[in-house]
């Protein structure tokens, strides 16, 4: 079964515990903290397989853990770090978060493996916290928890076009006809049940994918028949064939057809009614000559001056259709053929849990320190090195009321602020 929309929930391994170890060897007193390190959590790694073209595999199983890391041993011994978890995706898969809808990643182009959730740090064993004054410690770090969330995925296919009309318009006999796609072919509504990739050779000039999408009706951007389902499919399309049934065997004008599949497409992404679509006028070959020349005449001077080339064809004897996949390369051949790609728009560092406690003291004169899990996870997963991450610290700091209680404070231009062995001047 082609499926191309699931929601799973994902969570990285938590990180392993350090170690309150003390050394006990014979003829060794007072050997001192030795509690090791625990290990780091599983990551959640989206890798692109090319073998896949649906999304089955995430059809039942919807709960995804990777391994936590192993608590810190004595010795100063590390725990082992938690096994990554490594999700196989088909090439065009988005990654969407569930609450906020923002794209998370997109595996597709150049990005083939992408590492989504880090697991947990794990935490630092007694021995580093022993000092001159602590020779003793009896705590430890406890390792970060790992971090969560909700995706949907989408499929979304990669192609250069889209082959969209109203069902039984002959779509697939199209797509058989001019690529080696094997399309199920009957002469009833929705036949297509899931979209399918074909690559058109040409003679001169070399070719193009071309997709055909599932007929659409009335209605398909508010969630009525099959064909809204894949509209998603047509997202990352440079052009658009729109097929219609020129013989009108169904007794359906083709120009009020092709008004309502436009907006259909409008209703669902107002980018998709701007590509550059070119009319396939199929089935002229039930007509008689008189008849096509007024249909094709009508379709022409309708569409035309709105910049819709017209091409009468039949996908069944194959009449017109060598001149439309010429004209349609030529248009392709002016175009960016750089595959669409959807910006990253979430970032993890939102999953910082915002209820976990903090504190926020003045240390000494000039020198004040916040501490707490919040700041830890914080730091753990904010990368201060980039400007995206130092603007997100920022903004933490802020919105957490952070910056606010330390004025309350008293805390002056040039004052130091010291978050777990990180220390930043204060200017407003």
């Not at 890391?69 to 096994?83: A, D, I, L, M, V």
């Not at 978060?97 to 182009?109: C, L």
């Not at 659409?216 to 969630?223: Q, R, T």
């Not at 017209?310 to 010429?326: C, D, M, R, T, W």
């Amino acid at each position: 079964m082609f499926v191309d929309r699931v929601e799973i929930y994902i969570k990285s391994g938590k990180g392993g515990d350090g170690a309150v170890s003390f050394r006990r060897e014979k003829y060794i007193p007072a050997g001192g903290p030795d509690g090791g390190d625990g290990g780091k959590g599983g990551d959640i790694i989206f890798e692109v397989d090319e073998g896949l073209n649906t999304l089955s595999d995430y059809r039942y199983k919807r709960k995804f853990v990777a391994e936590d890391g192993e608590n810190g041993k004595k010795q100063k011994c590390t725990g082992r770090n938690g096994q990554d978890l490594v999700l196989k995706v088909p090439p065009g898969t988005v990654i969407i978060e569930k609450n906020t809808g923002k794209v998370v990643a997109d595996m597709s182009g150049d990005n083939r493996r992408e590492v989504i959730l880090k697991g947990g740090r794990g935490g630092k064993g007694n021995y580093h916290y022993a000092t001159s004054t602590m020779q003793v410690p009896r705590y430890a770090q406890p390792g970060q928890p790992g971090l969560e969330m909700t995706v949907i995925l989408e499929l979304k296919v990669i192609a250069d076009v889209g082959l969209v009309g109203f069902p039984n318009v002959g779509k697939s006999t199209l797509l058989s006809r001019v690529t080696n796609a094997k399309p199920k072919i009957g002469n009833y509504h929705f036949t297509t049940i899931s979209p399918n990739l074909g690559v058109v050779d040409l003679e001169e000039g070399g070719g193009f994918v071309i997709a055909d999408i599932p007929g659409l009706i009335e209605g398909a951007s508010e969630g009525l028949g099959l064909g809204h389902e894949f509209l998603r499919h047509i997202e990352r399309t440079k052009a658009i064939i729109h097929i219609v049934d020129a013989a009108s065997t169904e007794g359906r004008d083709p120009i009020e057809d092709i008004r309502k599949i436009n907006d259909e497409l409008r209703a669902y992404n107002s980018k998709l009614a701007d590509l550059p679509q070119v009319i396939a006028a199929n089935k002229i070959d039930v007509l008689q000559k008189e008849e096509e020349e007024m249909v094709i005449k009508r379709l022409k001077e309708t569409f035309e001056p709105e910049g819709y080339k017209v091409f009468p064809i039949s996908a069944v004897s194959g009449k017109g259709i060598k001149e439309l996949l010429y004209y349609v390369k030529g248009m392709l051949d002016k175009m960016d053929r750089t595959p669409v790609i959807f910006e990253k728009e979430f970032s993890t560092d939102e999953l910082i849990v915002a209820t976990e406690p903090f504190e926020v003291r003045k240390e000494e004169e000039h020198l004040y320190v916040v501490e707490g899990p919040r700041i830890e996870r914080m730091l753990g997963y904010t990368n201060l090195n980039t400007e995206k991450g130092f603007i997100f610290f920022q903004n933490f700091l802020r919105d957490n009321g952070i910056l606010e209680k330390l004025e309350e404070l008293g805390i002056q231009e040039g004052d130091t602020v010291r978050m777990y062995g990180l220390e930043f001047d204060y200017y407003k």
